[in-house]
């Protein structure tokens, strides 16, 4: 658990979220369904699908919760450092254990925090094909539940204007899925007990992911 001087800053979590608002709900059509099947209060982990830049962003404006995400060392450049500390977002380098990163993460759900998590490491095809473990260690860790969360329609087609996002005015669809415990319940963070966990958490997402396809038609 980090102390309160080193835990990220929750009030810059909810001014990151009124940010998020502003801009995605401006920008685009976010349709949300089943934001009530996150837990209103106390610590939760939303797991993410992860194939365009805007999907970080979008959630963070359409969660009914602030979000603290664990974000890629290489996005905090120049002046976007500072600003993505101050909203409460996490600096993590995916290459080594930052234990930094950790500690600060594990801080915000002992603090009851939302923390947010692309559990494929990195931008891909967003169809939870392949974890990383850093997933199941937080849930199994904190006991937090997991919410997967699937964010489609930011790469079906690009704008014009500026190619590297979907057209101004489309729509994205964010579909939150029931809320669900990784671990078996023992307690263990084994190896096995973390491997097991991945599997069941890969299992819920990629069932997640399918049936907001098939809700959405995407």
Request: charged content about 20%.
């Amino acid at each position: 658990m980090t102390d309160s001087g080193s835990a990220p800053s929750a009030a810059g979590a909810a001014v990151g979220r009124r940010i998020g608002i502003g801009l995605m709900y401006g920008l685009w059509r976010p349709r949300v369904l089943g934001a009530w099947r996150v837990p209103s209060a106390g610590p939760v982990i939303l797991a993410v699908n992860h194939s365009h830049g805007i999907d970080g962003p979008m959630l963070m404006g359409t969660a009914p919760r602030p979000v603290h995400f664990l974000i890629k060392k290489e996005a905090f450049v120049g002046p976007l450092d500072p600003f993505l500390r101050g909203i409460g977002q996490l600096k993590v380098d995916r290459d080594t254990a930052d234990r930094k990163a950790i500690t600060e993460a594990l801080g915000v759900l002992a603090q009851g925090g939302v923390l947010g998590i692309f559990p494929e490491g990195t931008r891909g095809e967003g169809d939870f094909a392949s974890l990383r473990a850093g997933l199941a260690y937080f849930a199994v860790r904190s006991g937090a539940p997991v919410v997967p969360v699937a964010v489609l329609g930011s790469t079906e087609r690009h704008s014009r204007l500026t190619p590297a996002v979907p057209p101004l005015r489309s729509r994205v669809d964010v579909v939150f899925g029931d809320a669900f415990e990784a671990g078996d319940g023992s307690g263990r963070r084994t190896r096995k007990a973390l491997d097991e966990a991945t599997v069941r958490i890969q299992e819920r997402l990629t069932a997640h992911l399918a049936e907001a396809r098939r809700l959405t038609g995407r």
